[in-house]
C-alpha cells in the first residue's frame, strides 16, 4: 500500500497495522519534496546533515535508509544516473537504534497519527 511516508510526515500506527497484516508499506514522496502533501524535512537541515556527514553519506541516503530500516519500501523517481546510483548507495550503511529515533523526532508531534 502507498502511502506519504517521509522524515516530516510519518505515520506509525499505520505502518505496524500494515505490518502486522503481512503488508509492505510504500512510501510516496520519501525524501519529502516539494511535491509531498505534508512538508518534509529539508535535506538541508542541520540534524540530518551532521548525522550524514558522520556516516560519509548524503543527507537523501540517510533518509532512504532509515525508510528502509523500518520495513518500508522507498521508491524514489529520478532521471539522474547520478542519482539513482546515489538512492541505491542508501542500502550500504546502517543506522543505528539512536539514529534512528533521533530521525523519528525530527517530524512534528502528532502530525500523522492514526488509529488503526
Request: hydrophobic share 50%; proline share 4%.
Amino acid at each position: 500500500n502507498q502511502v506519504e511516508w517521509h522524515l516530516g510526515y510519518h505515520n506509525e500506527t499505520l505502518r505496524a497495522a500494515m505490518a502486522r497484516e503481512g503488508v509492505v508499506l510504500e512510501a510516496w514522496g520519501p525524501l519529502g519534496g516539494p511535491t509531498a502533501g505534508h512538508p518534509g524535512v529539508a535535506l538541508d537541515d542541520p540534524r540530518l546533515k551532521d548525522l550524514a556527514a558522520r556516516h560519509g553519506v548524503s543527507a537523501a541516503q540517510v533518509a532512504l535508509r532509515w525508510s528502509v530500516h523500518k520495513g518500508v519500501a522507498a521508491v524514489t523517481v529520478t532521471c539522474s544516473k547520478t542519482h539513482a546510483l546515489g538512492d541505491l548507495a542508501a542500502f550500504a550503511m546502517d543506522l543505528t537504534e539512536d539514529e534512528v529515533a533521533l530521525l523519528d523526532g525530527l517530524a512534528p508531534a502528532g502530525i500523522a497519527e492514526l488509529v488503526v
